[in-house]
T-cell receptor
Framework: DSGVTQTPKHLITATGQRVTLRCSPR?????VYWYQQSLDQGLQFLIQ???????AKGNILERFSAQQFPDLHSELNLSSLELGDSALYFC???????????FGEGSWLTVV | GESVGLHLPTLSVQEGDNSIINCAYS??????FIWYKQESGKGPQFIID?????DKRQGQRVTVLLNKTVKHLSLQIAATQPGDSAVYFC????????????FGQGTRLTINP
């Protein structure tokens, strides 16, 4: 158990809908990362927050957004969902920006 | 551009044997490298990391070797066990830190009894 908690574990939704994935980092970790894992793209970095502020951005679509709250939990919002958004979405955290990153168990999103 | 690749997508070894998983990276400026293990239905699990000022680091049954000259990274697992069966990813990070890890596609390691 990495200490990173993600909810929900599984989610099935229709195209065009909007979902929110939630992440609680390890206790004391200030940095939160979001990754997308699909069969054809592997693990892709989406975005990083550090102590509430966006720190780095990767291949995140404009339809996706994220935020980190004062209690350090984070949410990833996915809107106007398409079939191709079906993937595993991982949250990860680290104590400081640049330290070892620990991953949660992921949220399985299926868009039908 | 940034890219991390793996030499073999699959690797099968006999239980008890040593295994070596290889990884090539393209960015000579990368200064931090991590190996992750991912079991089916689970998140990537940190195994071992190494910084660019080192060429070898050992953990419990695992050793990571870094050859900066040829931009090559390897993970050695000693005395493999059935529980070692998983997909192994290498990841590289550019300075100043691990903000944006670039992952390889992964190598599936299968341990045969």
């Amino acid at each position: 158990d990495s200490g990173v908690t993600q909810t929900p574990k599984h989610l099935i939704t229709a195209t065009g809908q909007r979902v929110t994935l939630r992440c609680s980092p390890r206790s004391g970790d200030l940095s939160v990362y979001w990754y997308q894992q699909s069969l054809d793209q592997g693990l892709q970095f989406l975005i990083q927050y550090y102590n509430g502020e966006e720190r780095a951005k990767g291949n995140i679509l404009e339809r996706f957004s994220a935020q980190q709250f004062p209690d350090l939990h984070s949410e990833l919002n996915l809107s106007s969902l398409e079939l191709g958004d079906s993937a595993l979405y991982f949250c990860a955290s680290s104590a400081l920006s640049g330290n070892t990153i620990y991953f949660g168990e992921g949220s399985w999103l299926t868009v039908v | 551009g940034e890219s991390v690749g793996l030499h073999l997508p699959t690797l099968s070894v006999q239980e008890g044997d040593n295994s070596i998983i290889n990884c090539a990276y393209s960015n000579s400026a990368s200064d931090y490298f991590i190996w992750y293990k991912q079991e089916s239905g689970k998140g990537p699990q940190f195994i071992i990391d190494i910084r660019s000022n080192m060429d070898k680091r050992q953990g419990q049954r695992v050793t990571v070797l870094l050859n900066k000259t040829v931009k090559h990274l390897s993970l050695q697992i000693a005395a493999t066990q059935p529980g070692d069966s998983a997909v192994y990813f290498c990841a590289e990070a550019l300075p100043p830190g691990a903000q944006k890890l670039v992952f390889g596609q992964g190598t599936r390691l299968t341990i045969n009894p």
